[in-house]
């Protein structure tokens, strides 16, 4: 088709009309348009593939860290060299970094503590047998004492007594449990004077040891 287009002329004529083709004008749209569409998916791919590495570097390799050193720690527990190292980041992902340490760390520690509580539970649990056939000698000895006419022996032997069965009652108590169970507090009313006056014979036994 033919366009006529008419309009003001300028420097004071009439009327200024302009026949043309469509078939240019058509030609040189579709090309702008062609040039705006393809333009616009170039500033959006270069657009998406810069969100793409800023999310990428910001989340997605921080929280593959994580997960990965959590997979690792969950493997081996107590190994100090598990526990991830927390990036000096400010954002949730640092705070993220740093909690996960110290809980790391915590778990790690009190694993190596139960290590060794099972380790020393094992050793006294080998004494245990030796240890308790040690005491009951002594016991024997001390109930032979009871025996001895000496008047001092015959005081000081029931309490050397009462030490040995408590003794005897603490390490079974130790060995039988893993760790030493004191017995609830027995509150009654006792007489001070008993009391200052045992201490004062086992600390006249001792001098008289030392002399």
Request: charged content about 25%; some cysteine; proline content about 7%.
């Amino acid at each position: 088709d033919v366009m006529r287009v008419v309009g003001p002329a300028p420097m004071g004529g009439d009327f200024l009309e302009i026949v043309l083709d469509e078939a240019p004008l058509r030609q040189a749209m579709l090309r702008f348009s062609i040039n705006i569409l393809l333009l616009s998916l170039v500033i959006s791919i270069i657009t998406a593939t810069l969100v793409y590495f800023a999310l990428h570097y910001l989340l997605v390799r921080p929280m593959r860290r994580i997960t990965a050193n959590m997979m690792r720690f969950r493997d081996d527990p107590e190994n100090p060299a598990r526990i991830i190292v927390a990036s000096p980041r400010q954002d949730e992902i640092g705070l993220a970094e740093r909690e996960l340490s110290m809980m790391q760390g915590d778990i790690a520690s009190m694993l190596q503590q139960k290590s060794r509580l099972a380790s020393l539970g094992l050793a006294v649990s080998k004494i245990n047998h030796d240890l308790r056939n040690l005491l009951t000698s002594a016991q024997l000895f001390s109930e032979g004492l009871t025996r001895v006419p000496d008047p001092r022996v015959q005081r000081f032997a029931p309490k050397l007594m009462r030490s040995l069965e408590r003794a005897i009652a603490f390490c079974e108590s130790t060995l039988s449990y893993g760790r030493a169970q004191e017995p609830p507090p027995d509150r009654r009313p006792v007489e001070v004077e008993a009391v200052v006056e045992e201490v004062h014979e086992t600390l006249a036994l001792a001098d008289s040891r030392l002399r």
